[in-house]
């Protein structure tokens, strides 16, 4: 496939993607223009799990942590406990989990969260030492402040009034760091000037550039939530979505590495932009971002890739379907969370999910700043089971790879074979003949499972770019409606 929302393309077939699930958080917020830049869980028992997001508001320097249950009876519902506790007059930045509690930092305060409930208050406290981010070191806790630099918290020593040791420099002291994060014994630091990194070599403190090639993009986000993975890190960045192993360069990995994609599309042809990564998540060997084809628009794509074995590379992009922004500024990065701590559809089974903020244009007493999640497979897969059945979009499109024929054909007839199909499913078959621009449609739409053809009737086609759209109208669990095959059929051999 070239493009496709709420279309996925599976081993041999295309089939209509899962349902994006809103979940309003105004029983706790009040605030408008909430983004979720981060995100921690913490499971409570063989039932039980709450999920709490990390919120920052855009254009305003404040943020608030909203508390989620996971628990089956009311998955996915803000819980309206202890509200004040997770009100900060500052942003938060990236928390860390150490020595049975949560950490999240804001530039007045460490916040620790512990004693975790489902119905009741946590555990808060805070002390008046705040930082930029927070991350584990193996068994230590490392921040990193603006105009002071990074610093490692003594062996089990408490973060809220612990011994911390001397500070590292790492570049401008004054650039704030858009993430921080551990790969094996060794610590990293992003920020718009480069990537950075520091330790202790032979007594005595290092830390040192590793790459400057961020440097030529300013405009990159303020926050930057990197995902650890295979060994390495996956890092959202203005040059596109990339993949670092120490000792490496960097590798491309987003889409816009595959080559197929970089030529200008046909005419009529709904081309996937060169736009910008927001946060992303892995699970196993899946990779989940978000994605924003426009920087001036608010329309973004819920992007899912593919990467069997030791290293990512050759990765099959799929996406999931639209979402809307809250907003496009520096400060508006969103973030995206992949959990196996979860019970979304059976009260003693923990399945996985993928969460994230999408603007559902909820009223004013649900409030429009909206978090949303899509249910995943049992492995945190995009493609689910035929026994594991779910609710899927009611509409999507999909763009094939454009065709070229050695010469001149004459097409009679398209034959599609579909199925699982209830009432109300439709797959729409269309084509851009010749680089025309015209998308035409072949035929009626396909209602029922089976083998079905429609006449096509052109001759002198030299290229050929199919389009397939998706309708239904069921929302209940169930397998999703499918394409097995589509076959392309000239005249027949006694009329040619």
């Known amino acids: 496939m070239y493009n496709a929302s709420g279309i996925l393309g599976g081993f041999n077939e295309l089939r209509a993607a899962q349902f994006m699930n809103d979940n309003t958080h105004s029983g706790q917020s009040t605030a408008t223009d909430l983004v979720a830049t981060y995100f921690f869980d913490e ?7 709450v999920l709490y997001a990390v919120m920052n508001r855009v254009g305003d320097n404040a943020g608030e942590i909203v508390k989620i249950s996971m628990q089956n009876s009311n998955f996915g519902t803000a819980i309206t406990t202890d509200t004040s506790s997770r009100n900060s007059a500052v942003p938060f930045g990236k928390p860390a989990r150490y020595l049975d ?5 804001d530039t007045a305060d460490i916040h620790k969260v512990s004693a975790f409930s489902i119905s009741g208050n946590d555990t808060w406290s805070n002390s008046d030492t705040g930082g930029t981010h ?10 990193i402040t603006t105009a002071s630099g990074v610093r490692i918290l003594d ?11 001397s500070f590292f420099d790492t570049g401008d002291v004054n650039e704030a760091a858009s993430d921080l994060f551990a790969i094996g014994d060794l610590m990293f630091v992003t920020k718009k000037s480069g990537l950075y990194s520091f330790g202790t070599k032979n007594g005595v403190e290092i830390s040192g550039q590793v790459f400057s090639d961020f440097g030529t993009w300013r405009s990159g986000f303020n926050h930057q939530p990197t995902a650890l993975w295979k060994g390495g890190v996956v890092i959202p960045h203005a040059m596109g979505l990339l993949y670092y192993t120490p000792g490496e360069p960097f590798t491309p990995i987003g889409f816009e590495a595959n080559e197929a994609v970089q030529g200008i599309p046909a005419a009529g042809v709904t081309e996937l932009g060169i736009g910008r990564y927001h946060g992303v998540t892995v699970s196993g060997d899946y990779v989940y971002t978000i994605y924003q084809p426009d920087k001036s628009s608010t329309s973004a794509l819920l992007m899912a890739g593919y990467a069997p074995g030791a290293f990512p590379s050759n990765i099959s992009w799929q996406v999931l379907g639209g979402l809307t922004l809250n907003g496009n500024a520096d400060d508006a990065v969103h973030g995206i969370h992949a959990t196996a701590l979860g019970f979304p559809e059976a009260s003693g089974e923990e399945h996985p999910s993928l969460w994230f903020t999408h603007v559902g244009g909820g009223t004013a007493s649900e409030n429009s700043s909206q978090l949303a999640h899509v249910i995943l497979g049992a492995r945190g897969q995009p493609l689910r089971t ?3 059945t779910h609710k899927i979009v009611t509409s999507g499109d999909a763009w094939m790879s454009e065709i070229y024929f050695n010469e001149p054909v004459d ?5 599609v074979y579909c199925e699982d199909m209830a009432s109300g499913d439709e797959w729409q078959i269309s084509a851009v003949y010749n ?13 029922s499972s089976g083998r079905q053809e429609r006449p096509i009737m052109r001759r002198d086609i030299y290229r050929l770019v199919l389009h397939v759209n998706f309708v239904g109208t069921s929302t209940s669990a169930r397998v999703p409606p499918s394409i097995k095959r589509i076959e392309l059929w000239g005249p027949d051999t006694e009329e040619a």
């Open 43 to 49: 499971n409570i028992s063989s039932t039980t799990s």
């Open 101 to 105: 509690a949560w950490y999240i930092v």
């Open 134 to 143: 927070l991350a584990m070191l193996n068994h230590q806790l490392t921040e």
């Open 155 to 165: 062996a089990d020593a408490a973060p809220q009034g612990g011994s911390w040791g």
């Open 386 to 388: 035929r026994t594991s």
């Open 411 to 415: 097409l009679k007839r398209i034959v």
């Open 435 to 447: 680089g025309t621009g015209s998308d035409i449609k072949i035929g009626k739409p396909f209602i």
